[in-house]
């Protein structure tokens, strides 16, 4: 009986230490924090970087999806830097390590992916909001 109820601690307090995902509110990210902690980047939802992208100046625009989904429509004034082509070596427009660089790509996937290969980088101003499926501002061709 001592062995279960010792088993049944380690497991909860395991779970509790995050092997969880976040909580609903944040849509199961967990919170800013976490994830800066854990990947060095930080999730924001597309309508979070929107109020952010306005009251910010001096920031990257990055969108990494492909240069014919990049030209089918992307949000204004983002550069294209395609997830694919991100390697070990900093891109050279990426110059400057510290500066905010606000990362998007078509549904998510990419755009964390590019985070996490930037933050292994040495990036340190990272905001992955997402998809630009979840964009509501303007888009141009």
Known sequence: MKKLMLLTTVVLTLLS???GAGSAADGGKGSA??????????????AEAQ???????GYILLDVRTPKEYADGH???????PNETIGKEPPTILSDKEQRIFVYCR????????????????YTNIVDFGG?????GDVVK
């Open 75 to 81: 949000i204004p004034n983002a550069v294209n830097l």
């Open 51 to 57: 109020k952010m992208l306005a009251e910010e100046e």
């Open 132 to 136: 630009i499926m979840d964009w509501r």
């Open 33 to 46: 924090a976490e994830m800066k902690q854990d990947r060095k980047f930080v999730q924001v939802s597309a």
């Open 17 to 19: 230490l995050g092997c």
């Open 107 to 122: 549904s998510g996937r990419r755009s964390q992916d590019a985070a996490t290969k930037l933050a292994a980088m040495g």
